[in-house]
Structure formats: structure tokens, C-alpha cells
């Protein structure tokens, strides 16, 4: 079982930037991928950004390569979601995500367990 609290939504102004935490319990931390994902109002959930289970390897959604960075400190339990020169469209409740296993995926029904989400506001 794993469970995941995400932080550091907030508003912030076009060309921005936030840093967003998601925090883990449990043992098997270390050992799994991680991803986080959004949804806007009114639209399906999208893949954001990836990591496999060391962060040697990541993975990003077209909209957000260059812009974004995903991190993991396995000895804090913790991955980040690093977003720079956010954009009006970046606007989105965002979830981590954890894998069934130590790589990663772009497809949310891959992850097993999800936080609850924290809400990130882009204002033009």
C-alpha cells in the first residue's frame, strides 16, 4: 500500500514558475516509477511528466518538455514536479501517480495509486 500527498499548488502569474512535492508512505518507495498527470475542468486526464524508480530516466509530455522537471529523492520519500514559464494552459488539478513497478508509463490505468490531487491556477 502507498499512499501519496501532493503540495505546492498555488496561482502564479504567466511565466511563472511552482514547484510541486508528492510525498510517499510505505516501503517500497524506492523501488517504483512515478508519474504525475493533470486534468483541466471539463477535459480528460493527461500525462505530464515520468520517472522510473532511480530517476535515471524520465519522460515528458510534448506540452511541457523544456518547461517542466520531474525529480525524486528516494531517501525523502518524495518526487517533485519542477514547472517553469507556466502558461494559462498549464492551468489543471495535478496528481502524482505511483507504478506497479520500477519503470514508467504515460498511461494513468498503469498506476496503482494516486494522491489527491493539487490544484494549479496560471493567470494570463
Known amino acids: 500500500q502507498v499512499q501519496l500527498v501532493e503540495s505546492g499548488g498555488g496561482l502564479v502569474q504567466a511565466g511563472g514558475s511552482l514547484r510541486l512535492s508528492c510525498t510517499a508512505s510505505?516501503?517500497?518507495?524506492?523501488?517504483?516509477?512515478m508519474g504525475w498527470f493533470r486534468q483541466a475542468p471539463g477535459k480528460e486526464r493527461e500525462f505530464v511528466a515520468a520517472?522510473?524508480?532511480?530517476?535515471?530516466?524520465?519522460y515528458y509530455a510534448d506540452s511541457v518538455k523544456g518547461r517542466y522537471t520531474i525529480s525524486r529523492d528516494n531517501a525523502k520519500n518524495t518526487v517533485y514536479l519542477q514547472m517553469n514559464s507556466l502558461k494559462p494552459e498549464d492551468t489543471a488539478v495535478y496528481f502524482c501517480?505511483?507504478?506497479?513497478?520500477?519503470?514508467?508509463?504515460?498511461?494513468?490505468?498503469?498506476?496503482?495509486?494516486w494522491g489527491q490531487g493539487t490544484q494549479v491556477t496560471v493567470s494570463s
Open positions: 510505505g516501503r517500497t518507495f524506492a523501488s517504483i516509477g
Open positions: 501517480a505511483a507504478g506497479r513497478g520500477g519503470g514508467f508509463s504515460t498511461i494513468s490505468r498503469t498506476y496503482d495509486y
Open positions: 520517472l522510473n524508480w532511480s530517476g535515471g530516466t524520465t
